[in-house]
C-alpha cells in the first residue's frame, strides 16, 4: 500500500508520534548530558558548549522572524502565537528579559571568558550542520513553512528538558549563578508552550496521510540531527558521546 493510500492518522495518534520521536531522539542519553548533569563536564567543555550554543542562538532568529511574515494570512491566535515566540526572542516581552542570544551569551561571561577567547574558540561543525538544516526551509510556501515549524520544532521539547537539567546543573553542580543560567532556567518552561503550539500547528496542517509521513520524517531527521549535536558537545574534552 502507498502513503498515498494509506488512512490518515487521527490527530491524538500524529502527535503521540511526535513525542516518541523526541522519546527516541532526547539529548538526556548524550554522554554528554549524563555528565553535564552529573557536575562531571570540566571548564573547556563548558566555555566550549556555551560558545557553540549562543551561536546556534544567535544564528536561529532570523528564521523565526521570517515567520511572522510567512503567517500573515493565518488565524490571528497561531499569527499571534508565532509574533509572541519572536517579540520575546529579540526581548520585548514584559517578563524584561533581554534577547535571547544575549541571555546566552551571558554562560560564556559567567564561566569568566572574554570576548577574544569567545571569538577564538571554535564552534563544533555539528553545530554549522544544525543551524543549516533549519535554514534551509526559510522562505518556503505558507504551507511548507507551518509544516516546518510544526515538525523541525519538536526539538523544542527536547529543549524544555534540556534547559531545565541545564540551568539546575549550573547553579547545584558548577556553583553559577541564576544570571548566569538565566538563557536555561527561561526556556525551560518556555520552549514546552513551544512544542504543544508547534505540535498543534503540525498537525492541523498537515491534511494527507502523505504530509504527516513527511513532517513525521522532518521530526525524526531533526532530532538525530540535535541528537549528533550534543554528542559533538563532548569532543571539547573528551570523545564524542
Avoid at 43 to 66: N, P
Avoid at 72 to 83: D, G, I, M, V
Avoid at 210 to 221: F, G, T
Wanted: proline share 2%.
Amino acid at each position: 500500500m502507498t502513503t498515498a493510500e494509506k488512512e490518515m492518522l487521527s490527530k491524538g495518534e500524529f502527535i503521540k508520534r511526535m513525542k516518541a520521536i523526541h522519546a527516541k531522539y532526547s539529548v538526556m542519553s548524550t554522554k554528554f548530558m549524563k555528565e553535564f548533569v552529573a557536575g562531571e563536564v570540566p571548564i573547556e567543555g563548558l566555555k566550549g558548549f556555551a560558545v557553540s550554543h549562543w551561536y546556534l542562538c544567535d544564528r536561529g532568529a532570523y528564521g523565526e522572524i521570517e515567520e511572522v511574515w510567512t503567517f500573515r494570512n493565518q488565524p490571528e491566535e497561531l499569527l499571534h502565537s508565532t509574533a509572541e515566540n519572536v517579540v520575546g526572542e529579540i526581548g520585548y516581552l514584559p517578563d524584561g528579559l533581554a534577547p535571547h542570544p544575549s541571555l546566552a551569551k551571558g554562560l560564556c561571561y559567567g564561566l569568566g571568558m572574554t570576548d577574544e577567547e569567545i571569538e577564538e574558540t571554535e564552534v563544533v561543525p555539528e553545530m554549522l550542520l544544525f543551524t543549516e538544516n533549519g535554514q534551509r526551509h526559510r522562505g518556503v510556501d505558507e504551507y511548507s513553512q507551518g509544516t516546518m515549524r510544526g515538525a523541525y520544532g519538536i526539538i523544542e521539547m527536547d529543549s524544555a528538558v534540556s534547559c531545565t537539567a541545564i540551568g539546575k546543573a549550573l547553579m547545584e553542580k558548577y556553583g553559577l549563578d541564576e544570571t548566569t543560567a538565566k538563557y536555561f532556567i527561561a526556556h525551560g518552561y518556555r520552549d514546552i508552550d513551544h512544542s504543544n503550539t508547534n505540535l498543534e500547528i503540525t498537525a492541523d496542517k498537515a491534511r494527507t496521510r502523505e504530509e504527516q509521513d513527511a513532517a513525521l520524517k522532518i521530526a525524526e531527521a531533526a532530532m538525530k540531527s540535535r541528537h549528533r549535536l550534543y554528542s559533538a558537545y563532548r569532543t571539547y574534552y573528551a570523545e564524542a558521546g
